[in-house]
T-cell receptor, first 114, second 112 residues
Framework: AQSVTQLGSHVSVSEGALVLLRCNYS??????LFWYVQYPNQGLQLLLKYTSAATLVKGINGFEAEFKKSETSFHLTKPSAHMSDAAEYFCAVSDSNTGNQFYFGTGTSLTVIP | DSGVTQTPKHLITATGQRVTLRCSPRSGDLSVYWYQQSLDQGLQFLIQYYNGEERAKGNILERFSAQQFPDLHSELNLSSLELGDSALYFCASSARPGFEQYFGPGTRLTVT
């Protein structure tokens, strides 16, 4: 069965430090991969997506993610954290093996320390 | 603004009651998804429709039902409400199954 694992339900970084949020997936075929951000009391917003083109994907707000097939990973990074990056981040996957069903990870709450 | 609209924004009702949540997808999107989000259970997928047909079911209770109409808007019906049904309910839409989903602002349901 398809699954998505986000390592670390809570991550804290200092303002200006590197942000690294981890996501691993299980899939027997190249999947589509997504990162979403959710600010308090708002819906999820698409940050970026991987759809089998370039393995390094750039998204909004300075975030990017790299698809690594050998590691079945799609980690989200940002070189320098801003206070406004504090939010919940969700990794998601879909693949044709499961009828293109969407699977979300359990989320990682990012805290930015001033 | 994602282009997905949900009404109402807030809903307060009593246990045992029935409510209907409404969702209008982005223009051109054929798939609609419903999710429940609560502090203790996180984001839970409920059900998916594609062009009017049920496509996938997740952790949807028998007391809950949904449908997608010919104009592609969708409704989620929650009946015999319990305190534990209090949550944020999100609708999302995508052009096709498996494509990126765009989320609405949610409906906050409070059952008292």
């Amino acid at each position: 069965a398809q699954s998505v694992t986000q390592l670390g339900s809570h991550v804290s970084v200092s303002e200006g430090a590197l942000v690294l949020l981890r996501c691993n997936y299980s899939s027997s075929v190249p999947p589509y991969l997504f990162w979403y951000v959710q600010y308090p009391n708002q819906g999820l917003q698409l940050l970026l997506k991987y759809t089998s083109a370039a393995t390094l994907v750039k998204g909004i707000n300075g975030f990017e993610a790299e698809f690594k097939k050998s590691e079945t990973s799609f980690h989200l990074t940002k070189p320098s954290a801003h206070m406004s990056d504090a939010a919940e981040y969700f990794c998601a996957v879909s693949d044709s093996n499961t009828g293109n069903q969407f699977y979300f990870g359990t989320g990682t709450s990012l805290t930015v320390i001033p | 603004d994602s282009g997905v609209t949900q009404t109402p924004k807030h809903l307060i009702t009593a246990t045992g009651q029935r409510v209907t949540l409404r969702c209008s997808p982005r223009s051109g999107d054929l798939s609609v998804y419903w999710y429940q989000q609560s502090l203790d259970q996180g984001l839970q997928f409920l059900i998916q429709y594609y062009n009017g047909e049920e496509r996938a079911k997740g952790n949807i209770l028998e007391r809950f039902s949904a449908q997608q109409f010919p104009d592609l808007h969708s409704e989620l019906n929650l009946s015999s409400l319990e305190l534990g049904d209090s949550a944020l309910y999100f609708c999302a839409s995508s052009a096709r199954p498996g494509f990126e989903q765009y989320f609405g602002p949610g409906t906050r349901l409070t059952v008292t």
